[in-house]
């Protein structure tokens, strides 16, 4: 597994930040921590990114995905970019959610 430690955004304020996701314990949580950390435009735009992702793992196409999410196709090539030469945090992320659905 490839770990990519980007230097200008890992900080001690970053690190505050993934250490207290990793405490919410359910869905109801997540939601309140995010609606207070984040705009609603930041959110849905990381929703989408994550549509995007998953639509990309399910093999659709670019047009499927863009009429699907309303995500532009330079948002898609870029979690596709992501999907295929990223740190694997989608992958991780996708994997997850299948293991969950069986």
């Known amino acids: ?3 990519i430690l980007l230097k200008n955004i890992r900080d001690d304020n ?4 993934m250490r207290a996701v ?4 359910t869905e109801e949580e997540c939601y309140k921590f995010f609606e207070d950390l984040c705009t609603i ?5 990381m929703s989408q ?3 995007v992702a998953r ?3 399910e093999n659709c196409v670019y047009t499927d995905i863009a ?5 532009s196709t330079a948002t898609i090539s870029r979690v596709n970019k992501c999907l295929n ?3 694997d945090g989608y992958r991780l992320a996708l994997d997850r959610l299948k293991e969950d659905k069986q």
């Open 14 to 17: 970053t690190d505050l930040l």
């Open 22 to 25: 990793l405490k919410l314990n």
């Open 67 to 71: 009429a699907a999410t309303g995500a």
């Open 55 to 57: 639509m990309l793992d």
């Open 1 to 3: 597994m490839k770990v």
């Open 49 to 51: 990114r994550m549509g």
């Open 85 to 87: 030469y990223g740190s």
């Open 41 to 45: 435009s930041e959110l849905k735009s």
